[in-house]
Nanobody, 122 residues
Framework: QVQLVESAGGLVQAGGSLRLSCAAS????????MAWFRQAPGKEREFVAA????????YYADSVKGRFTISRHNANNTVYLQMNSLKPEDTAVYYC???????????????WGQGTQVTVSS
């Protein structure tokens, strides 16, 4: 089992920045990749960014390329999402996810955090 705990999100004005973190515990050695997803009201959950734990290869949704950066800190078992130039359409609940099956990309996510609200005001 892998447990994931996201940091608090927040309210930020358009054009601003916010950094989310996700701390993993449990069978952390079994992680293959981690990612961030988001779900806006009335919409399906969508992929935001992913990082392979070994090697650090990263992948981004087109909607966030150039604005968001995913990174990891091995010693702290933490993954981060740095969000810059935020837009109102980035408003959503953001979820951290972990993949343990060694397939992909696209990775197959088995564990999810509880989600954290990010609101961008115009």
């Amino acid at each position: 089992q892998v447990q994931l705990v996201e940091s608090a999100g927040g309210l930020v004005q358009a054009g601003g920045s916010l950094r989310l973190s996700c701390a993993a515990s449990g069978r952390t050695f079994s992680r293959y990749a981690m990612a961030w997803f988001r779900q806006a009201p009335g919409k399906e959950r969508e992929f935001v960014a992913a990082i392979r734990w070994s090697g650090g290869s990263t992948y981004y949704a087109d909607s966030v390329k150039g604005r968001f950066t995913i990174s990891r800190h091995n010693a702290n078992n933490t993954v981060y999402l740095q969000m810059n130039s935020l837009k109102p359409e980035d408003t959503a609940v953001y979820y951290c996810a972990a993949a343990v099956r060694r397939v992909g990309p696209p990775y197959q996510y088995d564990y999810w955090g509880q989600g954290t609200q990010v609101t961008v005001s115009s």
